[in-house]
């Protein structure tokens, strides 16, 4: 699933610096995971498409992108933290 969210992200937003985690493990007896087996997911993302977008924005896009795994409940939940390059080369 790692590298299937990778590639829809990277053909989606063409970033600059991309790194997805599996935190499932972290929430095994998480009743939503339980129910539907859906894994969750810290993602990390830096790209152009995101200036002058708000962080909703941006969010919102990402989970577009991923919308059909959400949808059949493969992914459970994930984390955003999305970028532009010029905010990414900023210290945090």
């Known amino acids: 699933m790692l ?5 829809i992200l990277t053909n989606t ?3 600059t610096m991309i790194d997805v985690v599996d935190k499932s493990h972290l929430h095994k007896n998480h009743a ?3 129910e539907h087996g859906g894994g969750h997911y810290d993602v ?7 200036a ?3 962080n909703i924005k941006r969010h919102r896009e ?3 992108a991923l919308d059909q795994f959400l949808a059949n409940h493969k992914i459970h939940a994930v984390s955003i933290r999305a970028y ?3 905010e ?5």
């Open 62 to 64: 990402v989970y577009k």
């Open 88 to 92: 990414w080369e900023q210290p945090q």
């Open 3 to 7: 590298d299937t969210i990778k590639t």
């Open 32 to 34: 939503g995971a339980k």
């Open 44 to 50: 990390l993302i830096v790209s152009d498409v995101f």
């Open 52 to 54: 002058n977008k708000n």
């Open 84 to 86: 532009t390059p010029h």
């Open 13 to 15: 937003f063409n970033p």
